[in-house]
């Protein structure tokens, strides 16, 4: 099984700040890794996918990176309604989730 | 505008049998890869199972195998979760996922969720 790791567990941010989210594979799982978005009591949205390409609706400052085992999630000014749980997973081999980050107000 | 609605949660005795429905529309139903999804109270995320867009194609997760079986009904746009001899482990919230056309890949849309709680 490929396990992911997201680093932060917790992060606490002000509105209008840029922060980072990372994420971790296990074995290397090259572009295939998405990003999911939760709010308490919501499913899961999707953000991103193949690492890097926004899902459509999504807004600009939102962007992912990287390849292999290393990914980041950048929300490039953070927004109110940006404050949720954040998940990596990846789709390489079956498919497995990270534990999450979660965004909360400063 | 693409949408799943799971049905079908709720209590159950340990090892007892539930059934998870999923009904979509918006999309060409057949088309698509279909997953399920659990989520435990205050927990991560656990993909469960898939079926291909044929049908001919079924995966499930260690944790479920040879206890769920998950299937679709192209005529009616809906995929099923057949669960028996539940856990108290397996209490979660189970979302409907739509996967991609030719494999699963990644999640998108999901439905809201249904509930099922295996208690005594």
């Known amino acids: 099984e490929i396990v992911m790791t997201q680093s932060p567990a917790t992060l606490s941010v002000s509105p209008g700040q840029r922060v980072t989210l990372s994420c971790r594979a296990s074995?290397?799982?090259?572009?295939?890794l998405a990003w999911y978005q939760q709010k308490p009591g919501q499913a899961p949205r999707l953000l991103i996918y193949?690492?890097?390409t926004r899902a459509t609706g999504i807004p600009a400052r939102f962007s992912g990176s990287g390849s292999g085992t290393e990914f980041t999630l950048t929300i490039s000014s953070l927004q109110s309604e940006d404050f949720a749980v954040y998940y990596c997973q990846q789709y390489n081999y079956y498919y497995t989730f990270g534990q999450g980050t979660k965004l909360e107000i400063k | 505008q693409v949408q799943l609605v799971e049905s079908g949660g709720g209590l159950v005795k340990p090892g007892g049998s539930l059934r998870l429905s999923c009904a979509t529309s918006g999309f060409t139903f057949s088309d698509y890869y279909m997953s399920w999804i659990r989520q435990a109270p205050g927990r991560g995320l656990e993909w469960v199972s898939y079926?291909?867009?044929?049908?001919?194609?079924?995966y499930y997760a260690d944790s479920v195998k040879g206890r769920f079986t998950i299937s679709r009904d192209d005529a009616k746009n809906s995929v099923y979760l057949q669960m028996n001899s539940l856990r108290a482990e397996d209490t979660a919230v189970y979302f409907c996922?739509?996967?991609?056309?030719?494999?699963?890949?990644?999640?998108?849309?999901w439905g809201q969720g249904t509930m099922v709680t295996v208690s005594s």
């Open positions: 079926i291909s867009s044929t049908g001919a194609s079924i």
């Open positions: 193949g690492a890097s």
């Open positions: 996922t739509r996967g991609q056309s030719r494999s699963i890949g990644w999640f998108d849309p």
């Open positions: 074995q290397g799982v090259d572009t295939n």
